[in-house]
């Protein structure tokens, strides 16, 4: 079982930067492949950024790509998610999940945190 808590979201205006964190609880966490989605109110949830235990092994969605940057620190279970030059449509609930492959298909993940809200304002 892995216990996953979000923070750092908030309200920034149109491009402005915003750092996420999540924090596993499990020891084994950095055994799992880390994922940053979101979701914005009416909409499926929409994969942004993933890694392996190496977050040399990042891989990004067309639309983030160049914008945000997924990270790690393994020795505080802790995954990033930094986002820069965010626009309006970037307003969403974020969320981190943890699974057992590097993936953008949201059914791979086994667990989620309970998300953080991110507002940026035009």
């Known amino acids: 079982q892995v216990h996953l808590v979000e923070s750092g979201g908030g309200l920034v205006q149109a491009g402005g930067s915003l750092r996420l964190s999540c924090v596993a609880s499990?020891?084994?966490?950095?055994?799992?492949?880390m994922g940053w989605f979101c979701q914005a109110p009416g909409k499926e949830r929409e994969f942004l950024a993933a890694?392996?235990?190496?977050?040399?092994?990042?891989y990004y969605s067309n639309s983030v790509e160049g914008r945000f940057t997924i990270s790690r620190d393994n020795a505080k279970n802790t995954v990033y998610l930094q986002m820069n030059s965010l626009k309006p449509e970037d307003t969403a609930v974020y969320y981190c999940g943890a699974g057992t492959a590097v993936a953008g298909d949201a059914e791979m993940y086994d667990y989620w945190g309970q998300g953080t809200q991110v507002t940026v304002s035009s």
């Open positions: 499990a020891r084994t966490a950095s055994r799992y492949a």
């Open positions: 890694c392996g235990w190496s977050a040399g092994s990042a």
